[in-house]
């Protein structure tokens, strides 16, 4: 929850459920935080464990498999470390982790929304260019590429998201000395007081809010929005293409949609933050919007991780039936008398392969 960065125990600006001096006052939102955290991780943890499951060991790998699985991947890791922010809000904000651990539960948090939002606009510009170049991109698109396109999108994440290691922090709560935060040492000092050490933290802070903003939102946005005018521009030029693509596209579109709609708030409620900082714009009405609103959007980022395996369930007809399958032959193999295994998993393959090679061809 958001309050005074400028107190080093009282420092948010990352979304990995941090709380306030006021969690007496915010206990609904925070017993909110708790339940929500708690849903993204079962649903998240499940949901996209199925996916790199079935995407990795049970679907023809293809271009957007490739794709999906690392936006699963991405969302799986950040997923598995919820249970930290779970206890961290339990504990009233009480860190029992350690330093490294601090560190690293926020940095796999914008690892996750980095690494998340650069694979959807790889998969906006690989879908752009096989709408308006196909001949091209039938020639040149393959796995292999596409699985080094992925490692650069990983390697890009993990350098954004680099600054929030070193800058994260514990220690003693501000009101309780027993009580030890996670927080942002922006100063990367113990000097709280020092005129030049408030400016560096006022700096640094202004730095890590603005280019999270504009290189983890606006430009990834900006390219979507861009890539996706020209392929609806194109599509309505050639009906054949468009019938073809219908699917797809409105799978991938809803995957956009989401991400938007979960992550926007807390982005504008950390340039809100980052406005209460500056004297001309504090106030108690900021203050207030703040300590609702940073939980709020926090807690709707964090869901953002759990959905995509439900969007690809509800409108992707040839993964839910993969999924049906895959579990289908599990239980088949785990039931069935030894002597008839080999059978039904021979026949189980070929009629996968028959499957794929007929129902999955998912390309533009």
Known sequence: MATNSFNPIKTTAAPDGNGSENSDSNGGLNIMSLIIYSLAFVLG??????????????????????WYLNLAVADFIFTAFLPLSVTYTALDFHW????????????????????????????????CVSVVWPVWAQNHRNVRRASYVSLCVWVVALILSAPYFIFRDIGPSYHNKDIINCFDNFALSDDYETPSVKMLQQFRLQAM??????????????????????????????????????????????????????????????????????????????????SIGIPIATSLAFLNSCLN???????????????????????????????????TYTKSVDSSQSQDSSNLNTEV
């Open 209 to 290: 809010i603005i280019t999270r903003f504009l290189l983890g939102f606006v430009v990834p946005f900006t390219v979507i929005v861009l890539c996706y005018a020209v392929i609806i521009h194109r599509l309505r030029r050639n009906r054949t293409v468009a019938n073809q693509s219908s699917r797809p596209f409105k799978i991938i579109a809803a995957i956009i949609i989401t991400f938007f709609l979960c992550w926007a708030p807390f982005h504008i409620m950390c340039l809100i933050e980052m406005a209460s900082y500056m004297p001309e714009y504090s106030s108690e009405i900021l203050d207030d919007i703040i």
């Open 96 to 127: 029992p982790f350690g330093n490294f651990m601090c560190k690293l539960n926020t940095t796999i948090s914008f690892l996750n929304m980095f690494a998340s939002v650069y694979i959807l606009v790889v998969i906006s510009v690989d879908r």
């Open 45 to 66: 943890v499940l949901g996209n464990g199925v996916v790199i499951w079935v995407t990795g060991f049970k679907m023809k790998k293809t271009v957007n498999i490739v």
């Open 309 to 343: 395996p439900l969007l690809y369930v509800f409108m992707g007809q040839d993964f839910k039936d993969k999924v049906r399958k895959s579990v289908l032959n599990v239980l088949e193999s785990a039931f069935q008398e030894e002597e008839t295994r080999s059978h």
